[in-house]
């Protein structure tokens, strides 16, 4: 009891000034209608002072940007159904799914081209082909640990939030241009736009109705962030074993996290849950999702960052063209 209660009392002071921080960044979200995350960053990455040099705040921080990270990670399968994949019809969720590991194929491919590593080529093709800053975060959890794996997450979400805001102002109007009617700028929107948020923006934008085909088509997207964590996991343990041994990282083993989600995303395709249950699980979730961002930012090292260069916006780049031209093909094809 006394282990829990020191564990207690210095995960307190980090805990706190994330979720204040994070309340801040929200704050700042909704005066100016702008992403969250990217808010969430900046404000922690502005107080990293706070996590330097073994200050009280570390502990509560590393909590913070953990285990606060897989209960937002969990929650995210409250907000999916596997009728979803009805609703939107078999070729649809066919193209989805090839969309979706085809682009991670590519962000591993770039990756090993421009001399990163692959595991950063997976963290940026999942994150671009699955439903942005949430699903980095959550392969981050399943990927092996090494020396840059902080500063490889906080570049991902960085950059793929760059790219979801810059698309939910672009795409609506490429649709337009291309003369897509409601239900072809809804999966346009919602097959190629990174985060949630963005997608629900840009697909009202349009029209009510073409709102409701993007978020249905952007929540099977987020189903598919189960099947390919699982994928990931299998070819960590595969082909990675070896290499992670040596260079000290460990393959890690089925996370409970996933368990979580996986649970909840069943209960709610097979039980009629409250919508209320189903709102505040959400809430909750972005809620997390957000503290545990800023916690990261609190963790980052600026001076690592702009050692990377521009490569990994490139490859964010070339993947996000990737899956958008995937997709305007498929509707261009039926």
């Known amino acids: 009891m006394n282990d829990i209660a020191v564990k207690c009392k210095n995960i307190w002071p980090g805990l706190g000034i994330a979720t204040i921080t994070g309340m801040a960044a929200l704050f700042l979200s909704e005066h100016y209608n702008a992403p969250a995350m990217l808010f969430a960053l900046l404000l922690g990455m502005a107080v990293s002072f706070l996590y330097q040099n073994d200050t009280p705040c ?24 596997l009728g979803d994949l009805a609703v939107l019809g078999w070729q649809t969720a066919l193209m989805l799914a090839a969309a979706i590991f085809t682009t991670i194929i590519v962000g591993v491919g770039l990756a090993k081209l421009l001399g990163l590593q692959k595991r950063f080529g997976a963290l940026t093709g999942g994150s671009v082909a699955i439903c942005g800053a949430s699903a980095a975060l959550a392969i981050s959890t399943i990927l092996p640990k090494g020396e840059n794996h902080e500063r490889d997450t906080l570049l991902t979400v960085i950059g793929v939030t760059a790219m979801s805001t810059i698309a939910m102002v672009l795409y609506p109007i490429v649709a337009a241009q291309l003369g897509m009617n409601d239900t072809e700028a809804g999966i346009f929107l919602g097959g190629t736009i990174h985060d949630v948020a963005q997608v629900v923006g840009a697909g009202y934008s349009v029209s009510d109705s073409a709102g409701d085909m993007a978020t249905l088509t952007k929540l099977v997207r987020v189903a598919m962030l189960m099947p390919v964590v699982l994928i990931m996991m299998i070819a960590i343990k595969h082909f990675y074993k070896a290499k992670s041994q040596a260079d000290g990282a460990q393959v890690p083993k089925m996370p409970m996290f996933l368990v979580g989600f996986i649970v909840l995303m069943l209960l709610n395709s097979f039980v009629t849950l409250p919508e209320v249950v189903i709102e505040t699980g959400t809430q909750i979730s972005r809620f997390f999702l957000v503290v545990s961002i800023t916690a990261i930012g609190m963790k980052s090292n600026l001076g690592k960052l702009a050692e990377v260069g521009m490569l990994p916006i490139v490859m964010i780049v070339a ?9 305007l093909g498929y509707l261009f094809a039926i």
């Open 319 to 327: 993947e996000t063209l990737w899956i958008a031209l995937l997709i």
């Open 58 to 81: 570390a502990c509560g921080i590393d909590f913070t940007a953990s285990t606060l990270l897989r209960a937002g990670v969990v929650l995210l399968g409250l907000r999916i159904a």
